[in-house]
């Protein structure tokens, strides 16, 4: 496994991705077949958040729509990895539009497997009060893909706390006033962070006011968190 691990990870050093690796065994009840997952987060191009503390911007909708089909590859790509070193292996794309999330959550927004979980099990950040992960690197300017492997690959600390202390800036910012404002602990649920529906009424009617593309983008709570805000990506 070792020259196994050693090629993902060169893979993967290529990719303009953020990674990690997580201990999932008994957390998703639905796929109790694979213990450990791939998590893999796309930094967005800062270009794409250029007045985005306003509202959501046909720059912004388009960098989302290309990160999501760049993560969906990706994801792909390591599934078919692992999987031709034996390991049974499942990934998941990143979510690319309302309808197709609801579709496959339902009303409440639920799926059966949580990126964002995945994602702090795997040590690259915590829930912000946002209800989206934060990295360090590059605060909430992420999106996100997961593949569930049996193969055993080295896993990292999972985070458990939140790092945002006092800080309200998205809170503050959302305009659907949809940000309760609670600290992200494990065992949180999402309902105490955010108000889901009331949040996608208002990024609904934005995106469509702003440019006209019938999805659930917004963007705002990204664009003012102070964690990674000066972190330049170019594509």
């Not at 792909?76 to 990895?81: E, I, K």
């Not at 794309?93 to 309808?99: D, E």
């Not at 950040?125 to 605060?139: H, Q």
Request: glycine residues 8%.
């Amino acid at each position: 496994m070792a020259d196994a691990f050693q090629a993902l990870e060169s893979f993967l050093m290529t990719s303009q991705v953020i990674w990690g690796y997580a201990d999932v065994a008994g957390i998703f009840p639905d796929y109790p077949q694979y213990p450990r997952a791939v998590s893999l987060a796309y930094p967005l191009p800062t270009a794409a958040l250029v007045n985005l503390v306003t509202g959501p911007t046909q720059q912004y909708y388009t960098a989302y729509c290309e990160a999501n089909a760049f993560l969906n590859v990706l994801a792909s790509q390591v599934c078919a990895a692992l999987q031709g070193l034996g390991y049974p292996s499942l990934g998941f794309p990143a979510t690319v539009s309302q309808q197709q999330l609801e579709r496959a959550t339902g009303s409440d927004y639920l799926a059966k497997l949580a990126h964002k979980t995945i994602a702090t099990r795997a040590g690259l950040g915590w829930i912000g009060k946002n209800a989206l992960l934060v990295t360090k690197k590059y605060g909430p300017r992420v999106r996100l893909a997961s593949v569930l492997t049996t193969a055993p690959l080295p896993i990292a600390q999972p985070i458990t706390t939140a790092l945002c202390g006092s800080c309200q800036a998205c809170v503050k910012a959302c305009p659907a006033g949809a940000l309760h404002g609670a600290s992200w602990q494990v065992g949180v649920t999402r309902q105490e962070l955010v108000d889901v529906h009331a949040c996608a009424r208002t990024a609904h009617a934005l995106l469509m006011q702003r440019t006209g593309q019938d999805d659930t983008v917004c963007g705002i709570c990204v664009a003012v968190c102070p964690f990674g805000k000066k972190q330049q990506v170019k594509r």
